[in-house]
């Protein structure tokens, strides 16, 4: 297990508690990544353009190294190439930032082709705009292993966009297969409903409460990396639910942009269930409240979305009447809930189900034969029937998407 210290400058403009908060969420990542923190060092300032952070401050970093025993830096802060380089050199050791944590993290829990293409694509675009001095850094030093990347030429640069290139055409592929995807689904009677949110919300666990599986969760990020999908009834409406990727604060756009064919999971739902941790402070529920619209808001085009308080049975119901009050204007048709104990779930399920796509409600006259009871079995597998009066004819009351009305007028006129 490597022994990493981590670093993080602040900014003069933050307050304590996000700087706090941001250096918690660093420590997590590392603890995701099977890194073993050894010790963190903070500073405010404005950003350096050499080193991030002050050069004494970073001379104080390669002392704390050598004492230690470090075998890497972790940055909080994006770095540029060139602050990679004359940090590790000033350290002697491996340095990385958050960005390059989260896609090593990523790598790491890829497991199909399509998430290792979306981790591929992710990657040369975080490379992208340091290529260049990548490649004046490697020339100049004649150091192949600078950053992990090995050898490069002139040619790096385009070869870079040669490779985005050809992995966002094929990642374009499972696009329009997964939209084609949802519109099967819809023919055949599904609603899709997402899980979305922080990451460390409880999606996970609470995916696995609702559909009664047991889908792998452990106490770290990003554990959920591909969309899994499960049937669930609700009311006799048959719903897919789909556990996707957590968010996270600061994403940059070429993450968000390689994950968009995982994104798509949510930005295609008829409901979308916002999941965030009710057992955290206000001030961190609204950050992470504010990071997933971020995440989410230009794609969803008005999606329903349904707040999800999770963890409930971690507070009590004044400090829960609190949470509302205090995120209540970021926190669209609130549903508590406590995935650990099933509290809250069937408040939840009707929530759920007042917001799905609306079907319509009709009376079929059938004819008293086999045909007239295979098309009672047909409603049944494509709609709710509420009612079954059987006289000379078998008089139907259902309710079905509108394709299903239609058939359903045509079959009676027919007979």
Not at 3 to 31: H, Y
Not at 99 to 107: D, H, R, S, T, Y
């Amino acid at each position: 297990m490597k022994r990493v210290i981590l670093v993080q400058r602040n900014c003069p403009t933050n307050g304590e508690s996000k700087n706090i908060r941001k250096l918690i969420e660093l420590q997590d990542l590392a603890k995701s990544a099977n890194y073993k923190v050894i010790g963190d060092v903070a500073q405010t300032r404005r950003p350096d353009r050499k080193y991030q952070m002050g050069r004494g401050k970073v001379e104080e970093l390669a002392l704390m190294v050598k004492e230690l025993g470090a075998d890497g830096i972790i940055f909080s802060n994006q770095l540029s190439a060139t602050q990679i380089y004359n940090i590790s050199e000033t350290c002697k050791c491996e340095v990385i930032d958050k960005f390059q944590l989260i896609l090593e993290i990523f790598a790491k829990r890829a497991t199909t082709k399509r998430a290792k293409l979306q981790v591929e694509l992710a990657k040369f675009q975080y490379e992208l705009p340091k290529a260049k001095a990548i490649v004046s850094l490697l020339k100049k030093e004649e150091r192949p292993g600078f950053m992990g990347l090995g050898s490069y030429e002139d040619s790096y640069e385009q070869d870079l966009k040669s490779r985005i290139s050809r992995i966002k055409k094929e990642l374009a592929g499972v696009q329009k297969d997964s939209e084609s995807q949802r519109l099967k689904r819809h023919e055949h009677g599904f609603s899709i409903v997402a899980l979305a949110g922080y990451t460390s919300a409880g999606k996970s666990t609470l995916f696995n409460a609702l559909v009664d599986e047991d889908v792998h969760v452990e106490d770290m990020l990003f554990t959920t990396l591909l969309p899994i999908t499960r049937a669930l009834n609700i009311r006799g409406r048959r719903v897919l639910l789909t556990d996707t990727v957590g968010f996270i604060e600061d994403l940059p756009h070429w993450l968000i942009d390689a994950f968009r064919s995982t994104l798509n999971e949510i930005f295609l739902a008829d409901v979308i269930l916002l999941v965030v941790d009710a057992s955290e402070s206000p001030d961190i529920m609204r950050q992470k409240l504010d990071t997933s619209y971020n995440t989410l808001w230009e794609q969803i085009k008005g999606v329903h979305i349904i707040t999800v308080l999770n963890k409930i049975d971690r507070i009590t119901e004044n400090e829960l009447k609190e949470q509302l009050e205090n995120v209540g204007y970021l926190a669209p048709n609130p549903v508590a809930v406590s995935a650990k104990s099933g509290l809250g779930f069937d408040e939840l399920k009707m929530a759920i189900y007042g917001q799905l796509p609306k079907w319509q409600r009709d009376t079929v006259s059938l004819p008293m034969s086999e045909y007239g009871m295979s098309i009672i079995s047909w409603l049944f597998d494509e709609g709710i029937v509420h009612n079954i009066n059987y006289k000379d004819r078998i008089i139907v009351d259902f309710e079905a998407r509108d394709e299903i009305i239609l058939k359903a007028g045509m079959i009676e006129k027919k007979r």
